[in-house]
C-alpha cells in the first residue's frame, strides 16, 4: 500500500493536492478536517466536543482524532490501494499511534510529504477561503494566525519523527497548483521506484 502523509499549514493547499493525488495514485483521502467537520454538521456527540476546539483554532484533542481515523482504516483498508492522510498526524502521539496502528495491519508510512508556504501567503489564501467558502474557521484573522502558530509548533516533533525514519520530505507549495502537483509527483514517483 502507498500511505502518504501530506502535511502543510492550515492554506497550503493540503486539500486541492490531496485531491489530484489520491486520483493519480487509486488512494483514499483522509481528511481530519474533514471527518471532523462532517461529524459537526451531523451534531454527534464527537462532532459537538471537537466544534468547541475548532472554533478556537485549537486542536482537537488526540485520542478523539485517533479514534475517528482508527476507525476509517478498518473501514476502508481493503477497499483502496492506500491512503493521503491530510491533516493526520499532528502531534508526536498521534504520529506512534498511526504507526502502531498501521503495523498492526502490516502496514506502514511511505512517505511524509510537507507543503512549505510563506507565511503571508497563507494568511491571504485562508482569508479567500473563508470569505469564499463561508468556513468561520478562515474569516478572523487572529484565529487564522493562531492556527498557523499552532501547527508549526505542533507539527515540528512530528517532521523530526519522520525525518529520523528517513520518510520525510519538504515539497515547494509555492506556485500554480499543477507545478505544485508536478513536484509531488516527482518526489513519490522517486522514492517509490
Excluded: W
Excluded at 483514499?28 to 459537526?40: F, P, V, W
Excluded at 491530510?86 to 511524509?112: C, H, V, Y
Excluded at 492556527?147 to 519522520?162: A, D, G, H, Q, S
Amino acid at each position: 500500500m502507498l500511505n502518504i502523509l501530506l502535511f502543510g499549514p492550515p492554506g497550503a493547499g493540503k486539500g486541492t493536492q490531496s485531491q489530484k493525488i489520491i486520483a493519480k495514485y487509486n488512494l483514499m483521502h483522509l481528511s481530519t478536517g474533514d471527518i471532523l467537520r462532517n461529524a459537526i454538521e451531523s451534531k454527534t456527540p464527537r462532532g459537538i466536543q471537537a466544534k468547541k476546539y475548532m472554533d478556537r483554532g485549537e486542536l482537537v484533542p488526540d485520542e478523539l482524532v485517533i479514534g475517528v481515523i482508527g476507525r476509517c482504516l478498518d473501514e476502508f483498508r481493503d477497499k483502496t490501494n492506500g491512503f493521503v492522510f491530510d491533516g493526520f498526524p499532528r502531534t508526536s502521539i498521534q504520529a506512534i499511534e498511526l504507526d502502531n496502528m498501521l503495523l498492526g495491519k502490516g502496514e506502514s508510512i511511505t512517505l511524509m510529504l510537507d507543503l512549505e508556504v510563506d507565511y503571508y501567503e497563507l494568511i491571504a489564501r485562508l482569508e479567500q477561503r473563508g470569505h469564499d467558502s463561508g468556513r468561520t474557521d478562515d474569516q478572523d484573522i487572529e484565529v487564522i494566525k493562531n492556527r498557523i502558530n499552532i501547527y508549526n509548533k505542533t507539527t515540528i516533533p512530528v517532521m523530526e519523527y519522520y525525518k529520523s525514519r528517513g520518510k520525510y520530505l519538504g515539497i515547494n507549495g509555492m506556485g500554480g497548483i499543477d507545478e505544485i502537483f508536478e513536484r509531488i509527483c516527482t518526489a513519490i514517483d522517486t522514492l517509490t521506484a
